[in-house]
């Protein structure tokens, strides 16, 4: 099946949002990539997971999540802003 250009970059976005809907108040919890794949499969989000993969990977480059290997398993945390980082001053 063929997929067109604007319908692949919604998909994208509904799925990032949709992840980041469920991260967000659940900063606290770290999540392996299947729990995550459950979640949004629950959520009506049908991804693959090596979308997710690719996706959470782009995030953690973003700065947004934080994953770490715990008994040789990959988990996914969000990473809350504690604050701002102050503006360089230009000279």
């Known amino acids: 099946m063929l997929v067109n250009d604007a319908r692949f970059k919604k998909s994208s976005r509904e799925t990032v949002a949709a992840l980041m809907e469920f991260l967000h108040p659940n900063f606290h919890i770290a999540y392996t990539l299947d729990e995550l794949v459950e979640a949004l499969a629950d959520r009506d989000v049908d991804v693959s997971a090596d979308v997710l993969e690719s996706l ?36």
């Open 56 to 91: 959470l990977g782009s995030l953690e480059y973003g700065g947004r999540i934080v994953s770490k290997e715990v008994d040789g398993v990959t988990h996914y945390q969000y990473r809350k802003v504690l604050g701002f980082m102050p503006m360089k001053k230009f000279r």
